[in-house]
């Protein structure tokens, strides 16, 4: 089965049992606690705000932890890629410079303009990754993200 090539458009990923089960459904249950607990104060409600705020931490945290460790694989495969593709004085500045979301960002740009986008960060880190992003002319798909 042949994989719908990737571009800035299609890249963002969805994982549907926790955007569209899971995450809401903990919001849900969250909001449903707080509202109960105002109309009427008491242990009983109290105990299912606190069990409401548990789950939806666990439920952020159950997203976000995977997210945080795949960051800093792709920085690190990122500062490789650098030390092979760049000259060794950019590859170094890029280090020194790039917040982990430069590197993210980046890892869809080809290796052909990998260089003038670097320079393009150096020159503007204030840059978002969203922007870097849709600089990108030639498209290096990542399907192994979560």
Excluded at 84 to 107: D, G, N, Q
């Amino acid at each position: 089965m042949a994989r719908t090539p990737q571009t800035f458009a299609n890249h963002a990923q969805y994982t549907p049992l926790y955007h569209y089960f899971t995450s809401p459904l903990a919001l849900i249950f969250l909001v449903w606690s707080i509202t109960r607990f105002f109309k009427d104060p008491s242990y009983d409600t109290g105990y299912l705000l606190v069990g409401a705020l548990t789950m939806f931490g666990v439920v952020s945290v159950s997203r976000l932890s995977p997210l945080r460790a795949q960051d800093r694989v792709i920085r690190l495969e990122e500062q490789l890629r650098y030390q092979r593709v760049l000259p060794a004085a950019l590859a170094e500045k890029a280090m020194t410079t790039f917040s982990p979301r430069h590197y993210i960002a980046l890892r869809f740009a080809s290796d052909a303009e990998l260089a003038s986008l670097v320079e393009m960060v150096i020159a503007n880190p204030a840059m978002k990754g969203k922007a870097i992003k849709q600089q990108v002319k030639t498209w290096r798909a990542d399907y192994f993200r979560l």
